[in-house]
């Protein structure tokens, strides 16, 4: 009997068709992980790599650099505002005994109360100087070194953003010492800048995480491994600092730091396994080709169309950086002036308690969000939680207050763990360095330009109100929520195109 040109034999012809042309998706899409159905998200695994103890040794050394960095940064605000207080002071026949109550009080016409804001102004404008003279070569640098990771391995980068910290810290400490011009530590800031200030140390801490974690639950637990470890470093070291500076001065400060720096570099290259292996790495080696893959993220799109992801989530990791890496100078300068007049050790002890309520109740609450909520309603969360904060730090009046508006923003950071994770998730792991560059020169200019903002800011409005910046900055957290907003409907949108897509056109072969 004939079959051909049958109803039956047409349906069968009709079946093979589409199975095979599910064969050929299933050929051309990794497995998904984690039963997540977004396009493109968390489709990528890791290198596979059968991690021991030594391989978290990366959080210490993580640690051990943000406590020596932010230990002297504090420091250097410090004693740039006691540099030019000591200078004023001398101008306008003072003795610097018993000066701060009088500025405590409040009197506009008391000459205290003149001499210490014209000081504070100026001490807020070199911070200004001090950002540039960083800033504009580590953005430079931080495109340049951070685009090597992927092609000389971690360990490479993360032994230069050390030893450039641990010269600027030399530097200021020889200047301090010698009792020199301002002009030396701002050619310390610029020799830190040319090997990428801290961000080379941030962003390959994070491709090292993504290196030996898979993607879902796990890359955001090793994301939020070494957001941890950076808070308890920051909070180590506003407490300690106060204390070295009242016990032995700002010249032993930046040298005890720059000896840390020193014990933590032979511990990253004796004991720290490399990640990257041989056969992972780039095999084009030219600076422009490795710029290229860090660009192409944002301006090339693909099939899973994840251009306009990469962008939105990029644009918003920086607004929301503008707000929180101002945070640092600005609000010292701001606990130091009335009417708080707050020591340098009570700046430290309040810095640390806000670090560890945020890091135990802040980041400690991922777990219990990612139950019921995903990551962008998340980074909702601690957008929010910045943002309040923010505002009501610009009319704050009172210590208790302060302390107060520490519940307030306590889930800030979850907003920029999140903004990491969904990057990560989105890159397959031989672009993870490349992508972390990317985030890590935005994160190297926007600081500059929050740096220089804020603190141009402030100068300007420090006689007649010191909170306007805080209301500034809280801004940036509010246009990053209505993002956010948009981030969510699209990808929804989004996914639910592609989940109601129709299959492919099938040509029915009907034999003559």
Not at 70 to 99: G, P, W
Not at 474 to 480: E, K, L, S, V, W
Request: charged share 15%; net charge neutral; proline share 3%.
């Amino acid at each position: 009997m004939e079959e051909n040109g049958s109803p039956f034999t047409d349906n069968i012809t009709t079946r093979r068709k589409h199975r095979e042309a599910d064969d050929e998706n299933k050929a051309l899409l990794p497995d998904k992980q984690d039963n997540d159905d977004d396009s493109g998200y968390r489709k990528f695994r890791g290198l596979d790599i059968k991690t021991t103890w030594l391989h978290w040794l990366i959080g210490p050394i993580v640690f051990a650099y943000m406590f020596a960095m932010l230990c002297s940064y504090y420091a250097l605000v410090e004693y740039t505002n006691q540099y030019f207080m000591k200078s004023e002071y001398k101008k306008a026949n003072l003795s610097l005994d018993n000066t701060t109550d009088a500025f405590c009080k409040v009197d506009k016409d008391n000459i205290v109360y003149q001499t210490e804001a014209k000081a504070t102004s100026q001490a807020s404008t070199w911070n200004v100087y001090y950002s540039v003279a960083s800033g504009v070569p580590a953005v430079i640098s931080n495109m340049v070194l951070g685009s090597y990771t992927d092609a000389f391995g971690r360990k490479f980068l993360l032994a230069v953003g050390i030893i450039g910290t641990c010269l600027r810290l030399s530097i200021a400490a020889v200047t301090i010492y010698l009792e020199a011009d301002l002009i030396y530590i701002l050619i310390a800031c610029f020799v830190e800048g040319c090997t990428g200030q801290y961000a080379t140390t941030l962003q390959v801490s994070l491709a090292y995480i993504a290196d030996i974690t898979k993607p879902g639950r796990a890359r955001i637990l090793g994301i939020i491994f070494i957001e941890f470890v950076i808070g308890v470093g920051l909070s180590a070291a506003s407490l300690a600092e106060g204390y070295m500076v009242e016990w032995k001065g700002y010249m032993f400060t930046f040298a005890s730091m720059a000896g840390v720096l020193i014990l933590t570099l032979i511990l990253m290259i004796c004991f720290l396994p490399e990640t990257l292996s041989k056969e992972h790495r780039h095999r084009n080696k030219s600076c422009i080709g490795l710029l290229k893959i860090s660009i192409s993220f944002f301006v090339d799109n693909d099939s899973e169309n994840r251009r306009w992801k990469y962008q939105l989530v990029l644009l918003i990791h920086a607004l929301c950086n503008i707000s929180f890496l101002s945070r640092l100078p600005t609000e010292t300068l701001y606990q130091l002036a009335s009417p708080f007049c707050w020591s340098p050790t009570k700046i430290g002890i309040y810095a640390a308690i806000r670090t560890l309520v945020i890091m135990f109740v802040g980041l400690g609450s991922v777990h219990i969000f990612s139950l019921f909520i995903d990551e962008i309603w998340i980074c909702m969360i601690g957008t929010a939680s910045y943002a309040a904060a923010f505002f009501w730090t610009a009319f704050v009046n009172s210590d208790l207050v302060y302390y107060i508006i520490i519940a307030v923003g306590c889930f800030g950071p979850l907003s920029t763990t999140m903004q990491r994770s969904i990057l990560s998730h989105l890159t397959p792991p031989e672009k993870q360095g490349a992508i972390f560059s990317a985030v890590g020169t935005l994160e190297v200019v926007t600081s500059l330009l929050a740096n220089v903002m804020t603190s141009w800011i402030y100068a300007a409005t420090v006689t007649y109100m010191r909170g306007l910046v805080f209301l500034t900055v809280g801004g940036f957290d509010g246009i990053c929520i209505v993002l956010l907003i948009v981030l969510k409907i699209g990808w929804e949108v989004e996914k639910r195109r592609n989940k109601y897509k129709k299959l492919p056109q099938v040509e029915i072969i009907v034999p003559e």
